[in-house]
């Protein structure tokens, strides 16, 4: 266990994270990112930049995407933060934005596919039956390297359908 | 019978975890096990001497372990203070320079390592790095190629002119080309920039080290393109034996070249961290750190001469080029060796000489970027062809037509040394084929009545194309290790490392075919030492070719013994057999086994430890009269293949593009893009597409938007991804067409050829040619922005030429 040898003052913060309360004590300034991955060990969410541009870090905050490296953690107490690895169903089923980036071959390295499953998550909650100008812009604030995003365009597109049958199921 | 995987687009493996967030990359590696982290102090000027280092005072900051500098290196291992080592040396490469792990006497890039610091976190190793006191004496820098070739300065005192290396390949008897070019009935000279651009990853650079005093082993987990390569360089550099060390690439959130060089000076200061303090180890690499301290790529100026006749042939081709390859070079002259040689193309001049010198500046230094100097040498190239199209009032693809190597002209001898110190010969192809795919797919034909139409409407619109032939491929080799299990798994290991080209799924789609198991049956491990000691790395398109033949042959080798077993267990001739869903059976009758039995009965055993393993236990199986291992063979069900070519294979493929260039705003608006490729036989066409889509968008970054912006002290004005304008989905075409073509590789047993690197090369030479198009004069300065667009606009108005 690393020894608290930081002089800086902590706080003691509860981070409510995919339904879980955990207390921590932090520094003022450890990024929400930083405390994610390092201090409650949730590597699913990547730092791409650090500067707010790349999406990589995006997060649910109270069901909203927020880019983790610009928020520090002590400011999320009482918010509902929403990870990467809380998107799923509980019996490990992935969830339709998840399934439907398998299927479209959304992803190569998977860098930067946390940050826009949550971000596709959220957006198509807000928009569940996108045209292909929305599904790109749904995504034009997120950056891969890899993809060129043709895949990732068609995977949220073929999201809204698989979470479109899955509601219509569920109507019946 | 199992429908064969090859060929087909297959689901990847590797999604499942990285959709859950259960991805394992170098940074998630060791999280809170009292793991240490590193931060490093990077000089702040382009070229300078370090008068004095002053740390006193930083290990008062609490929670901070080490500071190094460049004089605690050999104390810590007596190999450190050397310079890093030159990875591949040229007869021509008489001024090789490379960089201290941390810099000795002087600085000559913004970024490169002066101190080091290991602390509790990166936030306190920061805190303490910004009490360094470095005493500077400020020189002067030499920015750009102009500099460089003027030499006023000198990067290195004792390299003159700047120049790391000169090489001249001239496929001509001496004055061949001097006599082609006089006799030649059209001559013209043509004046080509590229600038700096970089692979920028969206995961940087990242070292994990953990040393265990108790087996005094070393685990190094790098964010690298070869495994084996840090491996010796680690154990070479701390004194350590080659079996003391494994290195492990964990998830490689891409790669695109920049991380196959190595060492970097923190994989190695990572390690040494590690053994010396006692406590595991962590570099991660931040953004501006990455665009400072990496590498960068692509920075060239060409000067073409080309002879033709009135069809446009080329009678003679003379090029030279000026390569920026940094402050140090560390990777040798790999990427303008590449440009000098794959600037042909698809085409047969009569005769070529090309000259490069490989040139110092004080900026980050150059090593490959996908498609590693194929970018630069196919838009020499290509637009050489569209001024021999406009020269002679020709169509372009008429005149590329009339240049083209013939399908029966293979192999054809380029009569060059390609990169890998063989000869250029291309294996297969078919251009005129694919020439007229691409016309097909893009629209070639129609597009005049398109132009038109578009101009009724007061907008303006250009096509281009272009061509390119790619070494992929590459040597010496690649091994393979199939391991079947008394589970009837398959377990498969190959060296090289992944970076998101979804080798797990591609390589057992290979095994399912040759075993007969269940696909879902196959694990495949890459770029981990302690399972394959033996490989290259991930490089040049080499991956498939490479790995994927030696993973056939190995498992052709595990095969073998299942049949040889299985014919023994079932009494039946080898021949009778078949295996399917990894079950053996003799054709047309109800005796089998499974896999994981035949496993069993391939290790005699004294001990059984459950109900299966009984089975091949000493009372029995086996003749009393044989040895229970046969002179010749080996227990356990496995096989072990390298596969080692004799040269690369050379895969090819033709882009074409649509553009709309805005009369008043200059801005470049994508209309269409095209794709046709050729890369032999595919194994899974999902991945294929995925790598051209993904080679796309990083060619049209490349050609209209990324540049390393440097000013003249050195310093880079746009390190950060606000300032580097890296695209978009907004800034990629939206749908790319694609349509291959499938010559085979005659080179290796699947018939393959490498994509990885296919989409980004031929994107300035394509937007330059539809650029060119829609405007009316030409482009010979990429990338183009349209702010640089209006300004060529304005000049070529104002002062008429
Ligand atoms: S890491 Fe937060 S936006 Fe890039
Ligand atoms: S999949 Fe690699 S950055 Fe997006």
Redesign the pocket.
């Known amino acids: 266990m690393s020894p608290d040898t930081s002089t800086e003052e902590r706080h003691e913060v509860v981070l409510t994270v995919n339904g879980v309360a955990h207390e921590v004590s932090l520094p003022a300034r450890r990024l929400l ?1 930083d405390a994610l991955r390092h201090d409650l060990g949730l590597t699913g969410t990547h ?12 997060v649910l905050l109270d069901g909203a995407p927020v ?4 928020v520090l953690a002590v400011q999320c107490e009482g918010v509902e933060v929403t990870t990467v690895e809380g998107l799923g169903g509980p019996d490990g089923s992935l969830s339709p934005v998840q399934q439907a980036f398998a299927e479209c071959h959304g992803l190569q390295c998977g860098f930067c596919t946390p940050g826009f499953l949550t971000t596709v998550t959220a957006g198509l909650r807000d928009n569940p039956t996108p045209t292909h100008e929305e599904a790109r812009e749904m995504v034009a604030g997120n950056l891969c390297r890899c993809t060129g995003y043709q895949n990732i365009v068609k995977a949220v597109e073929r999201a809204a359908v698989i979470a479109g049958d899955a509601t219509a199921e569920e109507a019946r | 019978m199992t429908t064969k995987l090859m060929g087909q687009g297959v689901q990847r493996v590797e999604d499942q975890r990285l959709l859950r967030g259960q991805g394992r990359f170098v940074d998630d590696v060791l999280v809170g096990q009292g793991t240490l982290h590193v931060a490093v102090l990077r000089s702040p000027h382009a070229h300078a001497r370090i008068r004095d280092i002053d740390v006193s005072g930083v290990l008062d900051v609490e929670g901070v372990h080490a500071v190094w500098t460049y004089d605690d290196l050999a104390g810590l291992a007596p190999n450190m203070a050397d310079p890093l080592p030159l990875l591949i040396p040229h007869p021509a490469l008489t001024q090789g320079r490379t960089q201290y792990a941390l810099a000795k006497d002087e600085v000559n890039y913004v970024g490169e390592a002066v101190a080091f610091v290991v602390a509790e976190d990166r936030y306190l190793a920061e805190d303490a790095v910004g009490r360094i006191q470095v005493d500077y004496e400020l020189l002067p820098p030499v920015v750009g190629i102009e500099a460089a070739r003027a030499a006023d300065q000198l990067v290195h005192p004792d390299v003159p002119g700047n120049v790391a290396a000169r090489l001249v390949q001239d496929t001509g008897a001496p004055g061949e080309l001097e006599a082609a070019m006089a006799a030649a009935p059209h001559r013209l000279s043509l004046d080509l920039t590229v600038e700096r651009s970089a692979c920028t990853p969206l995961e940087g650079r990242g070292t994990v080290a953990r040393w265990d005093p108790d087996t005094n082993r070393m685990t190094v987990w790098s964010s690298t393109q070869t495994s084996t390569g840090v491996r010796a360089v680690v154990a070479a550099k701390l004194g350590l034996d080659l079996g003391q060390v494994d290195v492990v690439t964990p998830d490689v959130g891409g790669g695109f070249g920049v991380k196959i060089n190595h060492p970097w000076p923190e994989e190695l200061l990572v390690p040494l961290a590690a053994r010396a303090l006692g406590r595991p180890v962590k570099f991660t690499e931040d953004r501006r750190e990455h665009f400072i301290s990496s590498a960068h790529e692509r920075g060239q100026l060409q000067h073409i001469e080309v002879g033709f006749d009135d069809d446009g042939r080329l009678q003679a081709l003379e090029v030279t080029f000026w390569h920026d390859h940094g402050a140090y070079i560390p990777y040798g002259l790999i990427v303008p060796i590449i440009t000098s040689t794959q600037l042909l193309g698809p085409y047969k001049p009569r005769v070529y000489r090309v000259t490069f010198e490989s040139l110092y500046t004080n900026t980050v230094m150059v090593t490959p970027y996908r498609g590693a100097g194929r970018p630069q040498g196919c838009y020499a190239m290509e637009r050489t062809m569209d001024a021999i199209a406009a020269y002679l009032g020709k169509d372009r693809t008429e005149v590329r037509a009339a240049n083209f190597i013939q399908p029966d002209e293979f192999p054809y001898d380029q009569r060059m040394t390609f990169q890998d110190g063989r000869e250029l010969e291309y294996d297969s192809g078919d251009y005129p084929a694919m020439l007229e795919k691409i016309k097909a797919l893009i629209g070639w034909e129609e597009f005049p009545r398109f132009r038109e139409e578009m101009a009724a409407q007061g907008r303006q619109v250009g096509i281009g194309l272009a061509c390119y032939v790619e070494g992929t491929g590459v040597g010496p080799y690649e091994g393979a290790h199939v391991h079947i299990e008394t589970s009837g798994k398959v377990k498969v290991a190959t060296g090289l490392t992944s970076q998101g080209q979804g080798h797990q799924t591609a390589f057992a789609q290979l095994v399912a075919d040759e075993l007969g198991v269940r696909f879902e049956d196959v694990e495949v491990v890459t770029g981990d030492t302690r399972r394959m000691a033996y490989a290259v790395g991930t490089f040049a398109s080499r991956a498939a070719v490479m790995s994927g033949s030696a993973i056939h042959l190995a498992a052709k080798r595990a095969k073998e013994k299942v049949l040889r077993i299985a014919a023994e267990a079932l009494e039946a001739s080898e021949d009778d057999l078949e295996i399917v869903d990894g079950i053996v059976s003799v054709r047309g009758t109800t005796a089998h086994i499974d896999l994981g039995t035949i496993a069993v009965l391939s290790n005699p055993l004294r001990y059984a430890f459950d109900e299966r393993s009984k089975l091949a236990t000493q009372f029995s199986v086996g003749d009393p009269g044989k040895p229970p291992v046969a002179e010749d063979d080996e227990p356990g069900l496995e096989g072990k293949d390298f596969y080692s070519p004799e040269r690369s294979t050379f895969a090819s493929g033709m882009h074409a593009v649509i553009v709309e260039t805005d009369p008043r705003t200059a801005e470049i608006k994508i209309l269409k893009y095209a794709v046709v490729h050729d890369c032999g036989n595919l194994i899974n066409p999902m991945i294929v597409e995925g790598q051209i889509h993904g080679g796309v968008a990083q060619g049209v970054g490349g050609a209209l938007y990324e540049r390393m912006v440097y000013d003249e002290s050195g310093q880079l004005l746009n390190a950060s ?1 606000m300032d580097f304008l890296m695209p978009y989905v907004t800034e990629v075409p939206d749908g790319i067409a694609i349509d291959h073509l499938e010559t085979p590789s005659p080179l290796n047993p699947l018939g393959i050829k490498g994509a990885g690197e296919a989409g980004v090369i031929p994107s300035a030479a394509v937007f330059a040619s539809a650029i060119s198009d829609a405007e009316g004069f030409p482009i010979t300065a990429m990338p183009i922005s349209p702010s640089d667009l209006f300004q060529l606009r304005r000049t070529l108005t104002e002062e008429p030429s």
Do not use: M, N, P, Q
């Open positions: 990112s730092v791409g930049c650090e500067h707010g541009v790349c999406g990589a870090c995006t880019r983790a490296c610009l | 991804f």
